[in-house]
């Protein structure tokens, strides 16, 4: 009588443990997991070796911050209406922060404070937005860069002689400090004239045609500065195709593999570089840091550099034109 009575209660406490088990197995699969954090990434433009930089490094943050990611961005940075749609969209779809390259610095305003009204943070990056509601700008000092390419300028030219500026677009924030950084130092050598300024619109075919037409009307010319990577590599297309690299000396902006060749040809003497990989690293970073409510820095400068063929292969510079090979 004993052995049948001690069998009972072990199945009994077996049924027990088997549904303890089962009930607790339940509660696991019920409960829901953390959701990752989502961000919206709007860029000036999807075109170009600069921006795919930028997005390089939001990626990485992405991956070691544990967010995800969908990337926004017009085809042409002169877009600015499109690229306020693409804004009116990431905010639609309710992320928890933006990172936005704004393509203009008043009309870019009125979706930033919206974004904020909606409790949605923006961190932005590359240029800046009038409007107090951003949270952060990571970038480079726009007037500091145009002021190094008209040392660079001074440099390889001398302190005498014509100059041209090939700009991207007029009234646009980054193009005015840059002009004025560089105006401002090329004003310390009253030999020095700018016979021309021009507007490419970010338009590759634009600055190679701008070029050409600065050149036939003015065959004396000693120098340019070309004040972004498109209008850069116009710049440096009409100069080549015209045969006069080395004669009329090339000062660009940012760090293309095109841009890179002809710095080793002598096509281009020396070129402007920002660090667009960590623009976009430290956008996504300090994007994830104000979702979570916490207090990130108003300005973060990436810093700048003034490449040339004589120091483009220091191992520090390397690292900067090449972030992303390891």
């Not at 709007?42 to 070691?64: C, F, H, I």
């Not at 021009?198 to 037409?213: I, M, P, W």
């Amino acid at each position: 009588m004993d052995k049948p009575m001690k069998l009972g209660s072990l199945v009994l406490a077996v049924l027990a443990a088997v549904v303890s088990m089962s009930s607790c197995m339940q509660e696991t699969e019920t409960t829901p997991t953390a959701q990752k954090k989502h961000l919206e990434v709007v860029l000036r433009s999807q075109n170009g070796d600069y921006w795919k930089t930028v997005k390089m490094g939001a990626e990485v943050a992405a991956k070691e911050f544990d967010v995800t990611l969908d990337f926004r961005a017009p085809d042409d940075e002169a877009d600015v209406k499109g690229q306020i749609a693409l804004m009116e969209q990431s905010i639609k779809s309710g992320p928890d922060a933006i990172v936005l390259a704004a393509n203009d610095y008043k009309e870019l305003s009125d979706v930033v404070e919206t974004a904020a009204e909606q409790g949605i943070p923006v961190v932005t990056i590359d240029s800046e937005v009038e409007s107090r509601k951003a949270k952060s700008f990571i970038g480079a000092n726009n007037y500091d860069a145009g002021q190094m390419a008209g040392q660079q300028l001074i440099k390889l030219a001398g302190t005498q002689g014509n100059i041209a500026i090939v700009s991207f677009r007029q009234g646009e924030r980054n193009t005015e400090l840059r002009e004025q950084g560089l105006l401002d130092e090329i004003s310390k050598y009253p030999a020095i004239q700018v016979i021309a300024k021009v507007y490419s619109l970010t338009d590759r075919g634009t600055a190679d045609q701008l070029t050409q037409g600065i050149i036939e009307k003015y065959p004396h010319l000693d120098g340019i500065v070309a004040l972004n990577e498109i209008s850069s590599i116009g710049v440096a297309d009409a100069i080549q195709r015209m045969n006069l690299q080395g004669k009329v000396k090339i000062i660009t902006f940012d760090s293309t593999s095109e841009e890179l060749e002809m710095l080793q040809e002598g096509v281009i003497q020396a070129t402007i570089i920002q660090n667009p990989f960590s623009i976009g690293y430290l956008g996504v970073k300090n994007a994830v840091e104000a979702s979570h409510g916490k207090k990130i820095p108003d300005r973060v400068a990436t810093g700048i550099k003034a490449i040339d063929l004589s120091n483009m292969f220091w191992s520090d510079n390397q690292k900067l034109l090449f972030p992303f090979i390891k």
